[in-house]
């Protein structure tokens, strides 16, 4: 079964609004997490890393400003997508580590009109 | 930096042959940990086969088993008996052993096709 698991599958948003996706991990704690960006037809794209009480950790070239996670809780991150532009359309991953394996949510497709 | 190439954008194989994905990386590392991650157009990524750089023996689970060189810095993954269900985008990744950096990166993918 799954052990992390993701919110929404799929979001459709005006330009200018934002979104929140939810990570979590189930039955266990993740003081980790990842959120990946993928593109059609392309690999996965570390966003940043997420972690527990901490700031998230951005990756070059990922605006931390419109993108903001927060890891409050050990079981739960949270990426949300500020002032979203029909650029930002996209589909996000997250995940987090188990028994030294990466386990990924099912995604969440961003389209932004 | 590590890098991890695929250098086979598309791949098709008969149903219930053998097809092998080639992947090769970068690494200035000693210990590290390879993975193949297959996304079936559900887009869910699942955990293939994972390696360990320091054991020697290759890694196999069920179906799936791996080539790894590692003087050669390439991790081979070998499909047996291909099933329908194979047919999916399969990422080969790398992440270093050390510290706390659990940072995966990724090849480009290879499209494995299975033809009835």
């Known amino acids: 079964g799954a052990v992390v698991s993701q919110h929404p599958s799929r979001v459709i948003c005006k330009s200018g609004t934002s979104v929140k996706i939810e990570c979590r991990s189930l039955d266990f704690q993740a003081t980790t997490m990842f959120w990946y960006r993928q593109f059609p037809k392309q690999s996965l794209m570390l966003m940043a890393t997420s972690n527990e009480g901490s700031k998230a950790t951005y990756e070059q070239g990922v605006e931390k400003d419109k993108f903001l996670i927060n890891h409050a809780s050990l079981t739960l991150s949270t990426l949300t997508v500020t002032s979203a532009h029909p650029e930002d359309s996209s589909f996000y991953i997250c995940?987090?580590?188990?028994?030294?394996?990466?386990?990924f949510g099912s995604g969440t497709q961003l389209s932004v009109l | 930096a590590q890098t991890v190439t695929q250098s086979q954008p598309e791949m098709s194989v008969q149903e219930a042959e053998t097809v092998t994905l080639s992947c090769t990386y970068d690494?200035?590392?000693?210990?590290?940990?390879l993975f193949w991650y297959k996304q079936p157009p559900s887009r869910q990524m699942i955990l293939v086969i994972r390696q360990e750089a320091y054991k020697q023996q290759n890694a196999t689970e069920n179906r799936f088993s791996v080539n790894f060189q590692k003087a050669a810095k390439s991790f081979s993954l070998k499909i047996s008996d291909s099933q329908l269900g194979d047919a999916a985008m399969y990422f080969c990744a790398y992440r270093s052993a050390g510290g706390s950096n659990y940072k995966l990166t990724f090849g480009k993918g290879t499209l494995l096709t299975v033809n009835p």
């Open positions: 995940s987090a580590y188990r028994d030294k394996k990466l386990f």
């Open positions: 690494t200035s590392e000693s210990d590290y940990y």
